[in-house]
Every structure is written in structure tokens, then in C-alpha cells.
């Protein structure tokens, strides 16, 4: 089984200030790594993905993850909040195989000027 | 190159009624999943389809049905729709089975009356 905990499902930061968004995951086996990011009345958007290689993994629009497996973590971060990164943002895992993608509960990011 | 279609995106229905969505993925893609999203239960996964084949189903009742084409189109139906099926349904086509990497159309919003 797998599964997916994002911790906090609203975040503020001002603008220009470093975005975290924390992710921790369960799975059996080793696992992909998804951030996805959603803006109002639209579908979701790959920013990053993690599957085997590189621990720090870069994505679109500036945004990074690491993954680190002694902490069973693969937390989003930004160095600079602009406020066009408003919008919420999903963590997911799969392994492949027979199991499903399983998403978090989503993290909205609200970003203050 | 055109993204995930899906239609259509808003309609309204009432108790009992039943509906059809469709979403056509990107063009060279075979696999297409479909999520459930509330405002209470986040995104849940409803089911997969690979080259026809369901390969996936989450847990929701038979009222909750799909098929893909040969052409990777796929359809989803509900019967006998309840007021807590309203929601966002939203298709995701990948270009192979269970890759995690999901293409996200912008959904159809249901409303049940």
C-alpha cells in the first residue's frame, strides 16, 4: 500500500520569501515522486517527478524537491514566492506495477504582496 | 500538440439522472485515468484504462462506470447520479500504464440538483 501526507493544507507566504510545502509518503516499494500544482478551474499541472537517480530534482517555474528516503520525504520548495505560484499543490506517489497513483490532500498556497 | 480534452465542462443534472463524460487524450497516448475532486475528499482515484483494458479501479460504487475506445478515447458514466456526486471529474491520459505521469484535461464540473 502506499500513501501520501501533505502536512498544512494552507500555506501564506509574502512574496519573495522561500515556499516549503512538506510531503511525506508510504510505500512498500520504491516509490515515484509527483508535485502537481493546480490553478482555479483548471486541471493539474506536473511541476516535478522523481523516479530513480538524482535526489534533487528540478522542476518548472523555479520550484525543486529532494527526496530524501530516511525521512520517507519529498518536500517542495521555492526560493522566491511570486505571486503568480498561488494555486494549490499536490504531492503523489506510485510505484508502478498494479498500484494506482495516490495523491495528497493538496497544500493552497496563498501569496502575499 | 492538443492536451486532454474533456467535455463536456459544465452541465447539471438532478437526482436520478444519469451522465456521460468524455475525454480524449493526447494524441499517442493509451493510457487514461479518471478522479473524483470535492472540496471534502480531495482527488480520488476512480479508474484506469490501458489499450482498452481497465487496469485499475478505485473504490467507488457500480453507479460509477467507464471504457476506452480503440482510438484511447475513453467515456465515463454514472447512473442514477446522487447529490453527492457533484464534482470535478478530471481525465488524465499518460503515455504509457501507471507512469505517474498524468496530463490532466480541465475537467467537467458536475452539479446535481
Known amino acids: 500500500a502506499q500513501s501520501v501526507t501533505q502536512l498544512g493544507s494552507h500555506v501564506s507566504v509574502s512574496e519573495g520569501a522561500l515556499v516549503l510545502l512538506r510531503c511525506n509518503y508510504s510505500?512498500?516499494?520504491?516509490?515515484?515522486l509527483f508535485w502537481y500544482v493546480q490553478y482555479p478551474n483548471q486541471g493539474l499541472q506536473l511541476l516535478l517527478k522523481y523516479t530513480t537517480g538524482a535526489t534533487l530534482v528540478k522542476g518548472i517555474n523555479g520550484f525543486e524537491a529532494e527526496f530524501k528516503k530516511s525521512e520517507t520525504s519529498f518536500h517542495l520548495t521555492k526560493p522566491s514566492a511570486h505571486m503568480s505560484d498561488a494555486a494549490e499543490y499536490f504531492c503523489a506517489v506510485g510505484s508502478g506495477g498494479y498500484q494506482k497513483v495516490t495523491f495528497g490532500t493538496g497544500t493552497k498556497l496563498q501569496v502575499i504582496p | 500538440k492538443a492536451g486532454v480534452t474533456q467535455t463536456p465542462r459544465y452541465l447539471i443534472k438532478t437526482r436520478g439522472q444519469q451522465v456521460t463524460l468524455s475525454c480524449s487524450p493526447i494524441?499517442?497516448?493509451?493510457?487514461v485515468s479518471w478522479y473524483q475532486q470535492t472540496p471534502g475528499q480531495g482527488l480520488q482515484f476512480l479508474f484506469e484504462y490501458f489499450s482498452e483494458t481497465q487496469r485499475n479501479k478505485g473504490n467507488f460504487p457500480g453507479r460509477f462506470s467507464g471504457r476506452q475506445f480503440s482510438n484511447s478515447r475513453s467515456e465515463m458514466n454514472v447512473s442514477t447520479l446522487e447529490l453527492g456526486d457533484s464534482a470535478l471529474y478530471l481525465c488524465a491520459s499518460s503515455l504509457e500504464w501507471n507512469t505517474g505521469e498524468l496530463f490532466f484535461g480541465e475537467g467537467s464540473r458536475l452539479t446535481v440538483l
Open positions: 510505500s512498500s516499494v520504491p516509490p515515484y
Open positions: 494524441s499517442g497516448h493509451r493510457s
